[in-house]
């Protein structure tokens, strides 16, 4: 994750771009591509052609991955 001395100096959090997102979640970049079609990724900004994502949202989104039972499995 590159936190850019810029972004700090006028106080906005971090963004991440597509390689950073994938490289921190040990995944493909197309599969956050994949994510995003599907309505299934972290939430992102569009500035122009480029998605960056706020670490805040990544970071709920990684909660909202989290198994609530992984021992329970479904129709029991």
Do not use: C
Not at 3 to 29: C, F, H, K, Q, R
Not at 36 to 58: E, I, N, W
């Amino acid at each position: 994750m590159d936190t850019d001395i810029a972004s700090n100096l006028w106080g906005l959090e971090p963004l991440l771009d597509v390689a950073e997102l994938a490289s921190y979640l040990g995944v493909p970049v197309l599969t956050v591509y994949d994510w995003r079609t599907r309505g299934l990724g972290p939430r992102a900004y569009r500035f122009g052609k480029h998605l960056k994502f706020a670490v805040s949202d990544v970071r709920i989104w990684i909660e909202q991955q989290r198994e609530i039972d992984p021992h329970k499995k479904s129709g029991r």
